[in-house]
Structures are given as C-alpha cells and as structure tokens.
C-alpha cells in the first residue's frame, strides 16, 4: 500500500477523516458522541488549532481544522483519537451489564493473531489527510461534510443532523461546538 504524502508547516487548511475499527457504530451512544465533541473542544485550546467544519456520524468522522504551530493534523489526530478511546473503552468495561456495550466491546476486540500491546482499537490504524488549497474546495469539502448523514439516510435535511458544525453555519447554533471563522 503506498503511503499517502502529507503536507504539514505550509499554513493550509485540512480534510480529515477516519472511521472507527471495523466500522463499529460506536457513536450511536449520545455519550460517546458528546464525549467526542467535548474532546475535539479542549484540544483546540490546548493545541490552538482552528475548526472550521466537521461531521460525527455513527462510525467516523470528518474534520476540516487549520493546524497551528503547537500541533500539526496527524498530531491532533492521535491526541482525539487516544482520549475518545480510553474514554469509550473505558465506559464500555464499566458497563457490560448492558448487552449493547458488550457486543460493542467485543467488536473492537483484536483478533488473537494480531500482535500488539493493546488488546482493544476504535479507530482504523491510519487517517486520511488532503490540503485543502482553495476556497473552491473548501466549500467543496464543508458541503460534502455537511451533507453526510443526509447521504446515508440518517436525516432528511442537514439541519436535522445535531453532530455537525452545519447548525453552526445556517442556524447560528453554537451550543455543540462553536466553529471557528477564517480570516
């Protein structure tokens, strides 16, 4: 498999995405996806990364954030992948009387023939990563973002659809996750 080249240090916006490990619908749970969103919050004041758009569905997500020089995307990357994992692993154990956290668990449990430290993975071991290098295409990638869960039938309008930074655009909505203009 060819490694995709990264563009990291030249002030650009990037499109980011990655699903879950086996594609597990780990953020059906309201739990988990308001976890997630608070994490993605606190690491943008901790790395000072700006957000400009992003999507949580059931199984992955998709980010548009512009890096700052503290963090660079695949650092932010393994900081919100690493404490949304140790947060939903850690929920997951805590809770195994409720059948649908362990057939979640059991989900996201590694093979036996896998050797690794860890005997658990959310997220798909890699992400991926594209400059975003015009306005043309950012709209391009903030429409597409937005029009997920209405793509997978999840929602009929994208309005409809509270994990995402389109409430933030058309209804002035701020109360997940307040985006960050450009410029």
């Known amino acids: 498999m060819v490694r995709q080249r990264h563009f990291y240090g030249l002030n650009h916006l990037h499109y980011l995405t990655t699903s879950t490990y086996r594609r597990v619908r780990l953020f059906d749970s309201d739990l988990f996806k308001h976890n997630f969103i608070a994490v993605l919050g606190d690491l943008r004041t901790e790395l000072g990364f700006r957000i400009i758009g992003y999507v949580l569905m059931p199984e992955h997500f998709h980010l548009l954030l512009w890096p700052s020089d503290v963090a660079n995307p695949s650092q932010i990357m393994r900081s919100l992948e690493e404490r949304t994992a140790k947060f939903i692993l850690k929920n997951l154990r805590h809770n195994l009387h409720f059948a649908w956290c362990g057939r979640m668990l059991e989900r996201v449990t590694l093979p036996a023939t896998v050797h690794d430290h860890a005997h658990f993975r959310v997220w798909q071991r890699r992400f991926y990563d594209m400059n ?29 659809w509270a994990w995402s930074s389109f409430r933030f655009y058309a209804l002035q909505d701020s109360s997940l996750l307040a985006m960050d203009l450009l410029p």
Request: glycine share 4%.
């Open 132 to 160: 975003v290098w015009s306005e043309m295409k950012r709209v391009e990638k903030l429409n597409y973002v937005h029009g997920n869960p209405v793509k997978r039938r999840l929602v009929s309008s994208p309005d409809q």
